[in-house]
C-alpha cells in the first residue's frame, strides 16, 4: 500500500501536507490529488458540468491535452497507459460529454488498461430531475469499469481519487470512472476525510497454490508436446524473463494473443506468432496437437479458440493462470486454475520443474513453420506487407506503433518483428474502430522522445480523423499510414469467404483526399500508389518534425491469411491461395 494510502486508512485522519490550504474548493481537492497520484497528463473537453475543476486547473503542474472528441480523450489515456505503465486520465462534463467516453472506457477495461475517467455532473440537488445534460453515467458504465464513485461530499475527493488509481492499476487493472456534481467541485473542504468504510482498499491477490503450482509443474515436466499461449497479463506483470525462461526449459513452444504481441522475442526459435482466428497456420496446428496447453495472462475468448470443442483437443491438461478468477473456466474448462500474478506463478513452476530438451517436439513446430509460412500475393499492386515492412524497418527497437481494427490491425501484427512488449499497442476485446490515431497520440505524450506510428485503415480513420488538430495544437508528432483499399476491407473478405461473395456496403465511394486534409490541419501529408513511392515518402514523413500522413493505396482485393473459418477448430485454417 502506497504511503498516501496509508495516511488515509484511517478514518478522519487529515491528510499530508501536500493537501490545498482548509477553505479550497473539491475541484483544487481533486486537482492536487491527482497531482499526488503522480498524473502530469490529463486528455479532456471542458463544458457546464465541469468548468470548476477547469477554473483552477491552470493552476497545477497538469499538462491538459485538448481534444475534439470525448472518445478521443478517452482512447489517448488508454494510449497513454499502455505505453507508459502509469494511469491515464481523462475528463468530460456530464451528459453527451460523458456518454461520449464510453466506447474509449470500454476498450480499455476489455484489455485490462488502467484508465481514470473524471465526469462532472449535473449539481446534487437536481440528480433525477432530467435536468439539462443530466445522464446517469454510473449506470451506463457499469459493463465497462472495474468501480464507479459518485462523491457527494467534496471531503471525499482525495480518499475516492486514491483509491481509484489503487484500483485501476491493481489486480487486473481496468477503467474506473469517478462522477462529480458541479456543487461538490465548488464545495469550501475545511478538513479533508480519509477512508470512510464505503471506499474499500482493493489488496493484491495472495501467492499462488502451492498444490496447484506444483501439479501444474508436474504436468508440463510429463508432457511431450507443450505449448505456451500468452496473452497481456504476462506484460502487465513484468513476467516476459519468467515466460521465456520456462519455455526454454521445457521446450514449449509459444504462441500469443493479440494483446499478448511482443511478450516473447518474435524471433525466438519457440515463437509461434498469433493463435487463433486469424492466428499463424503453425501455431493453430500446434495448439491443436499438444499434450499439455499453459494458457497464461489470456481471456481465452472466441477469436483465440475459434470452435470451442475442438480448442486443443489432444491436450490431456490444460492450466489456465489469470489474476482475475472470473476468467477461469469461463470458456475453457481448464484441469488446472490458478489464481495469482503471472511472473509469480510462473517462476514457481518452473523452480519445481527439471529442465528437459524436447528435440522431436522442436522438429515437429520447425516442420509447421515450413509448411505454413505468411503469404500474400504478387500482383504488381501495392501489398500492405510490404508497407509495413518499410516502415518496420525504420522504427527504432523502442518506437511504438499504435494499430486500427480490420485488416490493417492483423497485417500489422503479422509483420511485426518488435520483441518488447509495450510498443505493440491494439485494441482487442472490443475492437474499437477509430482506436489507433488518438491511442497513438496518448503514447506520444507519454513518450516524448519516441516515435510513434498509427497504422490504420481509411475508414477507422475518418472515425476521429478529428484528432489530427489534437495532434498538431498539442505538439505531438505521431506518424499516421493509412492502408487505403477504399472499402471495409475485413468486412468484404468476411463476406467473400463466409457469405457467398455477397459484397453489401463496403465501398468508400467518397473519401476526402487525405494529403490535402493533412495539409489542411498543418500536418505533412503525401499520397503512395506504389512500392517505388514507398521509401522515399516513409523517410519523408519519419523525418518531418511534426504529425505526418502517409495515404498508401494499397490492392484492394488485398486479404488476411491464415483464417480459420466461421464454426471450424483452429486446425481447419485456410492459406492464402493466390500465393
Same mark, same amino acid.
Not at 491493481?170 to 480519509?194: F, N, Y
Not at 481465452?300 to 479458440?305: E, F, G, I, L, Q
Not at 500489422?412 to 499497442?425: D, K, N, R, V
Given at each position: 500500500?502506497?504511503?498516501?494510502?496509508?495516511?488515509?486508512?484511517?478514518?478522519?485522519?487529515?491528510?499530508?501536507?501536500?493537501?490545498?490550504?482548509?477553505?479550497?474548493?473539491?475541484?483544487?481537492?481533486?486537482?492536487?490529488?491527482?497531482?499526488?497520484?503522480?498524473?502530469?497528463?490529463?486528455?479532456?473537453?471542458?463544458?457546464?458540468?465541469?468548468?470548476?475543476?477547469?477554473?483552477?486547473?491552470?493552476?497545477?503542474?497538469?499538462?491538459?491535452?485538448?481534444?475534439?472528441?470525448?472518445?478521443?480523450?478517452?482512447?489517448?489515456?488508454?494510449?497513454?497507459?499502455?505505453?507508459?505503465?502509469?494511469?491515464?486520465?481523462?475528463?468530460?462534463?456530464?451528459?453527451?460529454?460523458?456518454?461520449?467516453?464510453?466506447?474509449?472506457?470500454?476498450?480499455?477495461?476489455?484489455?485490462?488498461?488502467?484508465?481514470?475517467?473524471?465526469?462532472?455532473?449535473?449539481?446534487?440537488?437536481?440528480?433525477?430531475?432530467?435536468?439539462?445534460?443530466?445522464?446517469?453515467?454510473?449506470?451506463?458504465?457499469?459493463?465497462?469499469?472495474?468501480?464507479?464513485?459518485?462523491?457527494?461530499? =467534496? @471531503?471525499?475527493?482525495?480518499?475516492?481519487? *486514491?483509491?481509484?488509481?489503487? &484500483?485501476?492499476?491493481? +489486480? %487486473?487493472?481496468? #477503467? $474506473?470512472?469517478?462522477?462529480?456534481?458541479?456543487?461538490?467541485?465548488?464545495?469550501?473542504?475545511?478538513?479533508?476525510?480519509?477512508?470512510?468504510?464505503?471506499?474499500?482498499?482493493?489488496?493484491?491477490?495472495?501467492?499462488?497454490?502451492?498444490?496447484?503450482? =506444483? @501439479?501444474?509443474?508436474?504436468?508440463?515436466? *510429463?508432457?511431450?508436446?507443450? &505449448?505456451?499461449?500468452? +496473452? %497481456?497479463?504476462? #506484460? $502487465?506483470?513484468?513476467?516476459?524473463?519468467?515466460?521465456?525462461?520456462?519455455?526454454?526449459?521445457?521446450?514449449?513452444?509459444?504462441?500469443?494473443?493479440?494483446?499478448?504481441?511482443?511478450?516473447?522475442?518474435?524471433?525466438?526459435?519457440?515463437?509461434?506468432?498469433?493463435?487463433?482466428?486469424?492466428?499463424?497456420?503453425?501455431?493453430?496446428?500446434? &495448439?491443436?496437437?499438444?499434450?499439455?496447453?499453459?494458457? $497464461?495472462?489470456?481471456?481465452?475468448?472466441?477469436?483465440?479458440?475459434?470452435?470451442?470443442?475442438?480448442?486443443?483437443?489432444?491436450?490431456?491438461?490444460?492450466?489456465?493462470?489469470?489474476?482475475?478468477?472470473?476468467?477461469?473456466?469461463?470458456?475453457?474448462?481448464?484441469?488446472?486454475?490458478?489464481?495469482?500474478?503471472?511472473?509469480?506463478?510462473?517462476?514457481?513452476?518452473?523452480?519445481?520443474?527439471?529442465?528437459?530438451?524436447?528435440?522431436?517436439?522442436?522438429?515437429?513446430?520447425?516442420?509447421?513453420?515450413?509448411?505454413?509460412?505468411?503469404?500474400?500475393?504478387?500482383?504488381?499492386?501495392?501489398?500492405?506487407?510490404?508497407?509495413?515492412?518499410?516502415?518496420?524497418?525504420?522504427?527504432?527497437?523502442?518506437?511504438?506503433?499504435?494499430?486500427?481494427?480490420?485488416?490493417?490491425?492483423?497485417?500489422?501484427?503479422?509483420?511485426?518483428?518488435?520483441?518488447?512488449?509495450?510498443?505493440?499497442?491494439?485494441?482487442?476485446?472490443?475492437?474499437?474502430?477509430?482506436?489507433?490515431?488518438?491511442?497513438?497520440?496518448?503514447?506520444?505524450?507519454?513518450?516524448?522522445?519516441?516515435?510513434?506510428?498509427?497504422?490504420?485503415?481509411?475508414?477507422?480513420?475518418?472515425?476521429?480523423?478529428?484528432?489530427?488538430?489534437?495532434?498538431?495544437?498539442?505538439?505531438?508528432?505521431?506518424?499516421?499510414?493509412?492502408?487505403?483499399?477504399?472499402?471495409?476491407?475485413?468486412?468484404?473478405?468476411?463476406?467473400?469467404?463466409?457469405?457467398?461473395?455477397?459484397?453489401?456496403?463496403?465501398?468508400?465511394?467518397?473519401?476526402?483526399?487525405?494529403?490535402?486534409?493533412?495539409?489542411?490541419?498543418?500536418?505533412?501529408?503525401?499520397?503512395?500508389?506504389?512500392?517505388?513511392?514507398?521509401?522515399?515518402?516513409?523517410?519523408?514523413?519519419?523525418?518531418?518534425?511534426?504529425?505526418?500522413?502517409?495515404?498508401?493505396?494499397?490492392?484492394?482485393?488485398?486479404?488476411?491469411?491464415?483464417?480459420?473459418?466461421?464454426?471450424?477448430?483452429?486446425?481447419?485454417?485456410?492459406?492464402?491461395?493466390?500465393?
Amino acid at each position: 500500500m502506497s504511503s498516501f494510502l496509508a495516511a488515509i486508512d484511517e478514518p478522519g485522519r487529515e491528510l499530508p501536507s501536500t493537501a490545498p490550504a482548509p477553505g479550497a474548493t473539491g475541484a483544487e481537492f481533486l486537482l492536487a490529488a491527482l497531482v499526488r497520484e503522480g498524473v502530469d497528463t490529463i486528455f479532456g473537453l471542458p463544458g457546464g458540468a465541469n468548468l470548476p475543476i477547469y477554473q483552477y486547473l491552470p493552476t497545477f503542474p497538469l499538462r491538459h491535452v485538448l481534444v475534439r472528441h470525448e472518445q478521443g480523450a478517452a482512447h489517448m489515456a488508454d494510449g497513454y497507459a499502455r505505453a507508459s505503465g502509469r494511469v491515464g486520465v481523462c475528463m468530460a462534463t456530464s451528459g453527451p460529454g460523458a456518454l461520449n467516453l464510453i466506447t474509449g472506457l470500454a476498450t480499455a477495461h476489455f484489455d485490462s488498461v488502467p484508465v481514470v475517467a473524471i465526469t462532472g455532473q449535473v449539481a446534487t440537488a437536481t440528480i433525477g430531475t432530467d435536468a439539462f445534460q443530466e445522464s446517469d453515467v454510473i449506470g451506463s458504465c457499469l459493463s465497462v469499469t472495474k468501480h464507479s464513485y459518485q462523491v457527494r461530499d =467534496a @471531503r471525499d475527493l482525495s480518499a475516492v481519487v *486514491a483509491e481509484a488509481f489503487h &484500483v485501476a492499476r491493481t +489486480g %487486473r487493472p481496468g #477503467a $474506473v470512472l469517478i462522477d462529480i456534481p458541479k456543487d461538490v467541485q465548488q464545495q469550501p473542504v475545511s478538513v479533508a476525510r480519509g477512508s470512510t468504510g464505503r471506499y474499500r482498499v482493493h489488496r493484491a491477490p495472495a501467492p499462488p497454490s502451492s498444490e496447484l503450482v =506444483a @501439479r501444474a509443474a508436474a504436468h508440463l515436466a *510429463a508432457a511431450e508436446r507443450p &505449448v505456451i499461449l500468452a +496473452g %497481456r497479463g504476462v #506484460a $502487465v506483470a513484468g513476467a516476459q524473463g519468467a515466460l521465456q525462461q520456462l519455455a526454454e526449459a521445457c521446450d514449449a513452444a509459444v504462441g500469443n494473443t493479440l494483446l499478448g504481441t511482443g511478450v516473447f522475442p518474435t524471433r525466438h526459435p519457440l515463437a509461434l506468432g498469433l493463435v487463433g482466428f486469424m492466428g499463424t497456420g503453425y501455431c493453430n496446428q500446434a &495448439v491443436s496437437d499438444c499434450d499439455c496447453l499453459v494458457m $497464461v495472462g489470456m481471456r481465452a475468448d472466441d477469436r483465440v479458440t475459434c470452435r470451442l470443442d475442438a480448442f486443443a483437443p489432444r491436450a490431456e491438461h490444460i492450466i489456465h493462470i489469470n489474476i482475475d478468477p472470473a476468467e477461469l473456466g469461463k470458456t475453457v474448462d481448464a484441469d488446472c486454475q490458478i489464481v495469482g500474478d503471472a511472473k509469480q506463478t510462473l517462476e514457481a513452476i518452473w523452480e519445481q520443474m527439471p529442465p528437459r530438451p524436447r528435440p522431436a517436439w522442436r522438429a515437429t513446430v520447425d516442420g509447421w513453420r515450413q509448411r505454413h509460412p505468411l503469404r500474400h500475393p504478387h500482383n504488381g499492386l501495392l501489398q500492405p506487407q510490404e508497407v509495413l515492412a518499410a516502415c518496420y524497418e525504420r522504427l527504432g527497437p523502442d518506437d511504438i506503433t499504435v494499430a486500427d481494427v480490420g485488416l490493417n490491425q492483423m497485417w500489422a501484427a503479422a509483420a511485426w518483428t518488435g520483441t518488447e512488449p509495450g510498443i505493440f499497442l491494439n485494441s482487442g476485446g472490443q475492437g474499437t474502430m477509430g482506436f489507433a490515431l488518438p491511442a497513438a497520440i496518448g503514447a506520444q505524450a507519454a513518450n516524448r522522445t519516441r516515435r510513434v506510428m498509427s497504422v490504420c485503415g481509411e475508414g477507422g480513420f475518418m472515425m476521429t480523423l478529428q484528432e489530427l488538430a489534437t495532434a498538431v495544437e498539442a505538439d505531438l508528432p505521431v506518424k499516421v499510414v493509412i492502408l487505403n483499399n477504399r472499402q471495409l476491407g475485413m468486412v468484404r473478405q468476411f463476406q467473400d469467404v463466409f457469405y457467398a461473395g455477397v459484397r453489401s456496403q463496403i465501398d468508400h465511394a467518397v473519401t476526402p483526399d487525405f494529403q490535402m486534409l493533412a495539409q489542411a490541419f498543418g500536418c505533412h501529408g503525401e499520397v503512395v500508389r506504389s512500392a517505388a513511392e514507398l521509401g522515399p515518402a516513409i523517410d519523408a514523413a519519419m523525418a518531418y518534425p511534426g504529425p505526418a500522413l502517409l495515404d498508401c493505396w494499397i490492392d484492394p482485393e488485398a486479404n488476411i491469411y491464415p483464417i480459420v473459418p466461421f464454426g471450424k477448430g483452429l486446425a481447419d485454417f485456410v492459406e492464402c491461395p493466390e500465393s
